[in-house]
């Protein structure tokens, strides 16, 4: 089994996904973004829709359960956690791992 | 004492109503991030809130001179939203402007009421629910309309919509984005379903932002019947908590209807939500050139407009007095603050009771 570190947010959007995690530190990473993946961002506006719509789930650095990057997710369906310290840091991209949107927990495969 | 003033006797029903608001707006206020789109609302409305409270509160009056009833005030903002998320912004421009409490208790109550005007349930949300339309017109509602069955094409077209419509809103109105959405419901139906509608209005503002992308529809409505067993709720200002499964999982059919009620397909929808991501380009783009003291301008205008209903019903502009922009050219942005108050201290600095 692979060792796992975890990471805790706010639950902001229910669901649970597992896979590859993309960090964008900027919209000009998106175009990179490979769909499907797991969206890792500091924080979020309106400019990042088309990320989102890519996105197999959201991890932000940034935000509470009213934030844009929660309310943008709850309305895709997508798993997504916020308020998570760091993330950009310590989630490295092409890494594996879970989100877990009720619970408010991310999972990175070490 | 005339409407405008309170009596030092407030009734216990008024005081009962202030104090649901002050704890209704202070929850979702104190879950309200700081680090917000395209900068914190507090940073600009300083430069001009007493004078947008001032304005409020004068426009009420001489519509009240003219005989113009509450039900035509209330219907002119058409989602109850539009009032209730703004209705702090005038409190506090009140207290800028140096008024008496007991005249910003009465506005308040005023606005409160005239939110309720648009509600068949609770003005609040207190029961979780965001009820609108009455259960009757709700029902007829969802029967008057074809329902395309939750296909897994149909749901990811359904939610692109919804997310990018979301995305317009609040490119469009900033913090203000109660003014082009309401999001209400359940509507428990006679057929067990549960029926969420999301309203987009106003999403083509061509005085507020010249030059944007033309959309098909400057109006949508989004009808999404849900299972029984969907779990969810609304706060006071219009935001919708998922407590149980993610949305799509309980979505048993969809609609989508133009402003004036004329169906969309769902093939349809990709072209409609491929205008909107233009048009979130489009302004984010513009915004992203933009200095503070531009986007503070910008803001200045969104926060006018919320009110631009009472002005339309005067037959008078809506645009911000100039007063406003010398003090942004003198004065500059307000430094950000990360400081996130908590719901006493939100309650505090309200004043109301």
């Given at each position: 089994m692979t060792p796992k570190r975890t990471l805790k947010g706010t639950g902001a959007s229910p669901?649970?996904?597992?896979?590859?995690?993309?960090?964008?530190?900027?919209?000009?990473?998106?175009?990179?973004?490979?769909?499907?993946?797991?969206?890792?961002?500091?924080?979020?506006?309106?400019?990042w829709i088309a990320g989102f719509l890519a996105a197999g789930g959201v991890v932000a650095e940034h935000g509470g359960v009213i934030s844009h990057a929660a309310i943008t997710a709850r309305e895709l369906g997508l798993p997504c956690v916020v308020g998570v310290t760091d993330a950009t840091s310590l989630i490295g991209t092409g890494r594996s791992g879970e989100v877990d949107g009720e619970g408010g927990v991310v999972a990175v495969d070490d | 004492m005339g409407r405008g003033e309170l009596s030092r006797s407030m009734t216990e029903a008024d005081h009962d109503l202030l104090a649901a608001y002050v704890t209704a707006a202070a929850i979702p206020r104190a879950r309200t991030d700081r680090r917000k789109y395209p900068i914190y609302v507090g940073r600009v409305a300083r430069l001009g809130m007493d004078l947008l409270g001032l304005r409020v509160e004068e426009a009420l009056r001489r519509l009240d001179e003219r005989g113009v009833g509450d039900d035509r005030i209330a219907a002119a903002f058409a989602n109850?939203?539009?009032?209730?998320?703004?209705?702090?912004?005038?409190?506090?421009?009140?207290?800028?402007?140096?008024?008496?409490?007991?005249?910003?208790?009465?506005?308040?109550?005023?606005?409160?009421?005239?939110a309720q005007l648009l509600k068949a349930g609770d003005v609040f949300c207190r029961d979780g629910m965001n009820l609108v339309l009455?259960?009757?017109?709700?029902?007829?509602?969802?029967?008057?309309?074809?329902?395309?069955?939750?296909?897994?094409?149909?749901?990811?077209?359904?939610?692109r919509l919804a997310a990018t419509l979301w995305a317009a809103a609040e490119s469009l109105y900033f913090a203000c984005h109660g003014v082009a959405r309401e999001q209400h419901g359940a509507y428990r139906l006679a057929d067990g379903t549960l029926l969420i509608v999301r309203d987009y209005r106003e999403l083509m503002p061509a005085e507020l932002w010249p030059e944007l992308p033309p959309l098909r529809h400057s109006s949508l409505r989004l009808l999404a019947w849900h299972t029984a067993d969907a779990e969810v709720e609304w706060d006071a200002f219009n935001n919708l908590y998922l407590h149980g499964a993610p949305l799509a999982q309980t979505l048993t059919a969809a609609a989508v209807t133009n402003g004036d009620g004329t169906p969309l397909s769902m093939a349809s929808l990709g072209a409609v939500t491929d205008e909107l991501l233009a048009l979130v380009a489009a302004l984010g783009n513009r915004i992203a050139r933009w200095s503070e003291e531009e986007i503070a301008h910008q803001y200045l205008k969104v926060l006018w407009w919320q009110v631009r209903p009472l002005q339309q019903l005067l037959g008078e502009d809506w645009q911000p007095p100039d007063s406003v922009f010398e003090r942004l050219a003198s004065s500059g942005v307000g430094p950000q603050s990360d400081h996130q108050p908590m719901e006493a201290e939100i309650r505090a600095k309200m004043d109301l009771l």
């Open positions: 669901g649970r996904t597992a896979g590859r995690f993309f960090v964008a530190r900027s919209l000009s990473d998106l175009p990179r973004f490979p769909a499907g993946d797991i969206l890792v961002i500091r924080e979020s506006n309106p400019a | 109850p939203t539009r009032i209730m998320r703004a209705v702090h912004t005038f409190n506090e421009g009140l207290i800028a402007a140096d008024v008496s409490k007991a005249r910003r208790q009465a506005l308040v109550l005023r606005l409160v009421r005239l009455p259960a009757a017109e709700a029902e007829s509602l969802a029967g008057s309309l074809e329902r395309e069955p939750a296909a897994p094409s149909v749901v990811d077209a359904f939610q």
